[in-house]
């Protein structure tokens, strides 16, 4: 073989491996080797071609069409397609090898190239840079090839591809052999291709085994550059050319030299990238994209708040988001609101940097949602949380709902407030109740009005639910004409309530009545001009009311500290205690010299949360009489204090003087103090200690120092009602509003399961009271005991001595008595509610089966069946803790006496359960029917299981829910928002604000050791309470959006407009009804009334119409004019009507007579709604208008009277 020259052999080498590649497919889009070239193309050709000739013939500076240097990979190009990649790597002993390839894109080619890059090298190459550098020297490559495309080599002659050759087995066996057994190459670098995504279908084929390649390739290739038929002439213009290819390669050589004079290498990490220019930086993959995606989120923020939009831009999602969490401040206006959303949004986006020119001020407003906006999404929030509801009812698989309902009026609308009640179970398997509050929509106030108003409110909630699904469960009010025990059948009669369903009445207005009952008949009501207890109360609290008006309760506290800084220290005060209130004078002086007592601390916590009391207001009464008996040393000096300090004509004055003159009230003459004032009383209301009564040694040792007298009268009455209350009334009235332990602390005002043994429990404890008057010997009452020994005996009850107080506590257990057999025995006892017992106490409700088998069989008839005598321990009923022993016979003889058990075993509610009921009978243990654990098979007992969880459980027992939901309203209606509103309010409250109040104190208190620790929990706040809401606010929304989802949108339509539009309202359909009545009225006949021709003018008293109170004195000699005045206006003082010379009108002080004229001219003004000028408190009324003919006729002498002291 003739020897040719380096460039020639090498330019003979390129063209042969090309053509190997082109003719080839399979070995497209892989590495090959020098080596494995080298040996191939050496047997092929007859020559000895190294790899390093095989390297070269690739180098940078060939030619331009095959040539373009991309990092340290070049690429060579024909035509469009990529034709060949040269690749160099660098092992990590410092040598090189070069592996050559033909690949249809760039992509295919650096594919293999990382992959084999990582494996010689570790080295990660960064997408990024790669991109970088592929632009700038694209650049540079077109810049270097249009330089010399007028000087371009032409294509060489010869066109024709050789034939191919295959070569022969001991080749490839060479091949292979150099390959394994190269010292140049670590044995860890993969000498065969590496795959790609481009030639995944081709099966790799590895650099030794190219028994596809022409074996004549190399030779025909050589054979070109022979001088065979060639002339001088044009061997010299080929050795020209190869001088220009070697000229153009020296300076592509010398550009790229000048061109790394710009970059550096950059190390990252354990990575060095080489080349960077220095207009470039390098960083990592992932910080990178970090950087894009904070990118992307400002390009976000900037098109929310993008100049010109000028509406809400944020997603539905989120609008129903910002509406819900809203509601956190629902007593807020919503211009507050979207302002606060608005500036939050400004806050942010100014912190990050962005600037007026950037997002405007204008333009955050415009984006943020406005007051319509957030008012609209609040019914959208309503109408997903109803669903989601529904959607939980439907999945639960229950057959039951309870509904509660409950009226009050706020801001002129009278709300009808409806909520359903049913048995669900929580995250961990265990039964709880689940609540859906449907509306809180106005409605009239009859009986048939307000059953027509819940039809229409449950008509839209049932379209979601599923057919199957009853309301068997009632519980209202008692009284009025929404009562419970009056709309109950006309639901049934509508068809909206099951026509076996039941109906409770709410046990807290059941126990506050027969408490309110006995009070009024044993002592007294309170009210205007009233000398009872609970006037004095009233008083007491209103007092420290009306200085914390003042001056807030920093003011009060100064005031108790410098109070008591003095009682503590002055002999004159002390003598004066000791003199009117000789047994509360010395429980005082007790708690100061007691270490343990902090009396200022002490007083100052009682003013806190001070309530007026009401008895129709639940526990009010009982909790200010326990203040009033705590503070009763402090109560009467402070408002000695104030009758010193204030002006006869301020009404603290007035209010202090009544206090004054209540608690220094005799039931016989005793010498008074000088500054008592005997002028009535007024308003006033207030909590209690936590501890009640005076509980000291010392004041038990002072009942027997009291003499006869010493005692006032309503001091006496205080200690006995805060003794029955603290004894009795109040724990059990508490234990009625805690949650049901079985049923999670949801659960609260659901006690029907428990409430039939209570009925039993609370009978028999009031009996032990009674009985032999026992309740005397308690050491409860021992301070009303103590008492008694200063009270004289006066032979007569009238004049309000010892028989007095003897009769009056008798008459208080009597009327007790009566009113709790009426409001809670009868009822709980019934037929009706009697069978509620099978989920209270396992043995209670043995027996109970037990005596309905008896029945069913005929043994009650035979008188063939007793009761167990077996006793059992009731425990957590009265009190956490506490249990209460009681034989089984005594309990259901009292619980059965008036029920009928042939009724109730035809009664749905048992005898779709009674085969269960009975079977359970037949177990060697006394089953519990909540307790599956203890159940010889998993679902024995599941239909009794079920009636207790879906019926029993969920039916309230009392309106506690309901009636937080009403003072609730109250706050939504100062911001003015109306009826429609205040219903979508209530529904996001009860669902989503409710629910994770609870569960947040429950996780919280979880977090504590004891009892009193967690006790202490009553919210969670801060941060953790942020968090923890909007992470449940989102949770419960998503949930509420997958159930709208799955409904569909047409019932999503339906149950949003019932929300949003006014004339779905029951008060529009009512509405028109009265304009309908209104026009049928109009075309009546005229019929005149007596009472539409009645009345005198009335005349003002600057013309004579009236007269000054100021103008009665004594020495005017005109209270014969008063008392003819109070005989005619028919003013009854203690219930007993005052006449003209009678006492003790007959003997009547003229002060008391004007006070008297004052509470009555206000009780007027109010009866015909009318308002002075000086305002409608009875304390501001300073003249009366003339009813009898005596003060007619003193209006002359009046008004002559005033007319000489004007001149």
Request: glycine content about 6%; aromatic content about 8%; overall charge negative.
């Amino acid at each position: 073989m003739p020897s040719l020259s380096t460039g020639a052999l090498q330019k003979a080498t390129r063209k042969a491996i090309v053509s190997l590649f082109n003719d080839n497919s399979t070995l497209q889009n892989q590495f090959f080797t020098d080596q494995a070239l080298s040996i191939i193309l050496s047997e092929k050709c007859g020559v000895d071609i190294d790899a390093d000739t095989v390297a070269k013939a690739f180098a940078a500076g060939g030619e331009s069409r095959y040539s373009l240097q991309f990092k340290d990979m070049s690429i060579g190009y024909e035509g469009e397609s990529i034709l060949f990649v040269y690749k160099v790597y660098k092992l990590p002993n410092d040598n090189y090898f070069t592996a050559v390839g033909w690949f249809d894109s760039v992509e295919a080619a650096e594919a293999v190239n990382v992959d084999i890059r990582r494996q010689v090298t570790g080295i990660a190459i960064e997408n990024e840079v790669e991109e970088a550098f592929k632009k700038q020297l694209k650049k540079d490559h077109e810049k270097k090839a249009k330089n010399k495309s007028a000087n371009k080599r032409p294509p060489s002659p010869s066109s024709e591809k050789p034939p191919s050759k295959k070569p022969s087995a001991a080749t490839v066996a060479a091949a292979v052999e150099q390959e394994q057994t190269s010292n140049e190459q670590p044995a860890d670098v993969d000498q065969t291709a590496a795959p790609t995504p481009e030639s995944s279908a081709n099966a790799p084929v590895p650099a030794a085994a190219i028994a596809t390649a022409t074996p004549e390739l190399l030779g025909n290739c050589v054979r070109e550059e022979r001088d065979e038929g060639v002339s001088i002439e044009e061997a010299g213009e080929m050795e020209r050319a190869e001088n220009e290819e070697d000229a153009s390669n020296q300076r592509a050589d010398n550009e790229r030299k000048e061109y790394t004079k710009n970059c550096r290498d950059v190390t990252i990490g354990k990575d060095t990238v080489h080349n960077v220019p220095y207009s470039l930086d390098v960083v990592q993959k992932n910080y990178l994209s970090s950087l894009r995606k904070k990118a992307k989120m400002i390009d976000n923020l900037m098109e929310l708040f993008k100049e010109g939009r000028g509406k809400t831009v944020f997603q539905s999602r989120y609008l129903r988001f910002l509406s819900a969490v809203s509601l956190q401040n629902s007593g807020g206006s919503d211009n507050g609101t979207v302002t606060l959303i608005a500036a939050t949004a400004l806050v942010l986006i100014r912190s990050i940097g962005i600037t007026e020119s950037e997002i405007s001020t204008e333009s955050i407003a415009n984006g943020c949602p406005g007051e319509s906006t957030i008012a609209e999404y609040e019914y959208h929030v309503a109408a997903h949380l109803v669903m989601m509801q529904c959607r939980r009812i439907n999945l639960s698989g229950v057959k039951y709902l309870t509904m509660t309902t409950d009226g009050g009026q706020r801001k002129g609308c009278e709300h009808m407030v409806k909520v359903f009640h049913f048995g669900v179970t929580d995250k961990d398997g265990n039964p709880t109740i689940g609540h859906l509050a449907l509306d809180v929509d106005t409605c009239g106030k009859s009986s048939a009005e307000i059953a027509a108003a819940i039809k229409k409110s449950v008509a839209p909630i049932k379209s979601l639910l599923r057919p199957d699904i009853k309301i068997n469960g009632l519980t209202g009010d008692s009284g009025g004409g929404g009562a419970v025990q009056h709309i109950h059948p006309k639901l049934i009669e509508l068809g909206v309530m099951d026509k076996n369903s039941k109906y409770l009445r709410c046990i807290m207005h059941a126990l506050s009545k027969p408490f309110e009952n006995a009070c009024k008949s044993a002592f007294g009501e309170q009210g205007l001009g009233k000398c009872t207890v609970f006037q004095l109360a009233y008083s007491a609290i209103t007092l420290f009311r009306k200085l914390n008006e003042q001056g807030g309760l920093e003011l009060v506290d100064k005031y108790s500290s410098k109070l008591l800084e003095v009682l503590n220290n002055s002999e004159g005060w002390e003598a004066e205690g000791t003199e009117m209130f000789p047994q509360a004078m010395n429980a005082y002086k007790a708690k100061i010299d007691d270490d343990d007592h902090d009396t200022i601390k002490e007083f100052t916590k009682d003013l806190r949360n001070l309530q007026l009391p009401v008895m129709t207001r639940w526990k009010t009464v009982p909790k200010a009489l326990e203040f009033l008996v705590d503070n009763w040393v402090p109560t009467y000096f402070m408002s000695v204090v104030i009758i010193q300090k204030e002006g006869s004509k301020s009404a603290l004055y007035q209010i202090a003087c009544d206090i004054v003159s209540l608690m220094t009230l005799r039931p016989a003459p005793v010498e008074a103090a000088s500054n008592a004032d005997a002028n009535g009383s007024a308003p006033s209301s207030a909590p209690s200690s936590e501890d009640g009564n005076i509980d000291t040694a010392a004041a038990a040792a002072a009942a027997p120092t009291l003499q006869k007298g010493d005692t006032p009268i309503l001091l006496s009455q205080a200690f006995f009602l805060v003794a029955f209350s603290k004894y009795y009334f109040t724990p059990w009235f508490d234990s009625g509003m805690q949650p049901d332990p079985q049923f999670g602390s949801d659960s609260h005002g659901h006690n029907s399961r428990l409430f039939v043994q209570q009925t039993f429990l609370m009978r028999e404890e009031l009996d032990e009271m009674m009985g032999d008057n026992k309740w005397k010997e308690m050491p409860e009452f021992r301070h009303y005991i103590a008492s008694l020994a200063g009270l004289p005996s006066l032979g007569d009850v009238k004049k309000g001595g010892l028989e007095f107080m003897n009769k009056a506590t008798d008459t208080f257990f009597r009327e007790y008595n009566t009113s709790f057999i009426k409001h809670i025995e009868n009822v709980w006892t019934s037929t009706m509610i009697l069978p509620y017992i099978i989920g209270g106490h396992p043995e209670l409700a043995h027996e109970f089966i037990r005596w309905l088998r008896a029945s069913d069989d005929g043994d009650l008839a035979a008188d063939n069946f007793a009761w167990s005598t077996k006793e059992i321990e009731i425990e957590n009923q009265k009190s956490y803790g506490e249990s209460h022993e009681c034989r089984i016979d005594a309990c259901m003889i009292c619980l059965t006496k008036n029920a009928d058990p042939g009724v109730i075993l035809e009664d749905s509610f048992i005898a779709e359960i009674k085969d269960s009921l009975f079977e359970s009978l037949e177990s060697e243990e006394v089953v519990n029917f909540l307790d599956r654990s203890r159940w010889q098979q998993a679902d024995e007992y599941d239909p009794v299981r079920k009636r207790i969880c879906e019926v029993v459980a969920p039916h309230a027992s009392q309106q506690q829910r309901i009636e937080c939901l009403v003072q609730e309203i109250n706050a939504m209606a100062r911001t003015n928002v109306k009826e429609a509103r205040r219903t979508v309010r209530v529904v996001i409250f009860v669902t989503l604000n409710h629910p994770y109040n609870r569960e947040s104190v429950d996780k919280k208190r979880e977090e504590r050791s004891t009892m009193k620790e967690k006790l202490k929990v009553k919210r969670v706040n801060g941060t953790e309470r942020i968090t923890g809401y909007f992470n449940h606010v989102e949770g419960v929304l998503a949930e509420a959006e997958k159930a709208v989802e799955e409904a569909g949108e047409q019932k999503y339509k339906d149950i949003f407009d019932h929300y949003r539009k006014s004339d779905n309202k029951t008060s529009a359909v009512e509405r028109e009804k009265k304009v309908q009545g209104f026009e049928a009225a109009t075309e009546k006949p005229r019929n005149i009334t007596k009472n539409q021709r009645r009345g005198d003018i009335f005349i003002p008293i600057a013309v004579g119409g009236g007269i000054a109170l100021s103008y009665f004195a004594k020495k005017r000699k005109n209270e014969s004019v008063v008392r003819e005045e109070i005989a005619f206006r028919e003013i009854k003082l203690d219930n007993v009507q005052l006449r003209l010379n009678e006492p003790p009108l007959e003997t009547m002080e003229l002060d008391k007579m004007k006070v008297l004229l004052q509470q009555d001219e206000a009780a007027r003004l109010a009866r015909n709604d009318m308002v002075r000028e000086e305002g409608t408190s009875w304390m501001k009324i300073n003249s009366v208008d003339p009813l009898s003919q005596a003060m007619k006729d003193e209006v002359t002498n009046y008004l002559a009277f005033r007319n000489a002291n004007k001149n």
